[in-house]
């Protein structure tokens, strides 16, 4: 990845830009309002967190961010581009090559080693087989599952699944993660070792981290936290980060 950008372009240009966003779902009984009216920032080498009560609309708005969602109004841009003038398969091809996922559910793939479900978005992406190995190899090492490389992912316990799907979301080395509780399924040992990996990529690489949670030792570990409440953003908190876990060591 380039270098961040100096200060001053941080400061004109946010990375994620998301303008008065509302989204409905219409069911026989008419429009169900889900957003109204949403609208945040996330720059360069920031991570922000979402929180608020169940059915508050969090999830839809990480679909929205994630081009999963179309919203009913409202404005995103990011990385200086208009997203939703973009068709779908234009849509498609920045999902592919800016986004990673990571979902609360892991979603991995059925009858797979840890490498394969891994291996998929790279071959997605395009990436050449030789640069496969050695980016999966590094990045399972990032959240501590090198030894699981070709065991079967659905041997996993809960809490590896998760960790796979974390890495599975770093392997593109996209811009842009979106984290549907990403930690939900962790223990607080390996939740510090993943947000741990988080901090030090939004520190050193030019990209964003949006992440749901209802964790607040986990939302104390961003930059800003955004409270969603019935549909409508009801606060902003921006803090300075809690410092990484350095001298953390977890066993596998």
Do not use: W
């Not at 998760?162 to 593109?172: D, G």
């Amino acid at each position: 990845m380039s270098s961040p950008p100096s200060a001053p372009s941080l400061a004109k240009s946010p990375l994620i830009e998301v303008s008065e966003v509302s989204h409905e779902y219409h069911n026989g009984a008419g429009a169900i309002p889900v957003l109204k009216g949403v609208s945040l920032t996330v720059g360069y080498n920031e991570m922000a967190a979402v929180m608020g009560p169940s059915g508050c609309g969090k999830s839809t708005l990480l679909s929205i961010l994630g081009l999963l969602l179309v919203p009913s109004r409202g404005s995103y841009r990011a990385l200086g581009r208009d997203l939703l003038t973009l068709n779908r398969s234009q849509q498609a091809e920045f999902r592919r090559k800016c986004i990673g996922f990571v979902f609360q559910s892991c979603n991995l793939i059925e009858n797979t080693t840890v490498y394969e479900n891994l291996e998929f978005p790279l071959i997605y992406a395009g990436v050449r087989r030789s640069e496969r190995a050695p980016r999966i190899r590094e990045t399972l090492s990032r959240v501590n599952l090198l030894h699981r490389l070709h065991h079967p992912s659905n041997l996993l316990s809960g809490g590896e699944q998760q960790r796979v799907a974390v890495a599975r979301a770093l392997v593109n080395r996209p811009q842009i993660i979106l984290a549907d509780e990403p930690t939900g399924q962790l223990d607080r040992e390996h939740s510090q070792l993943v947000m741990d990996h988080f901090q030090q990529l939004v520190e050193e690489e030019n990209i964003a981290v949006v992440l749901v949670t209802h964790d607040p030792q986990v939302a104390a570990r961003c930059h800003r936290v955004y409270f969603l409440e019935d549909g409508l953003l009801t606060s902003e908190r921006t803090l300075n980060p809690l410092p990484p876990h350095s001298s953390l060591r977890c066993n596998p």
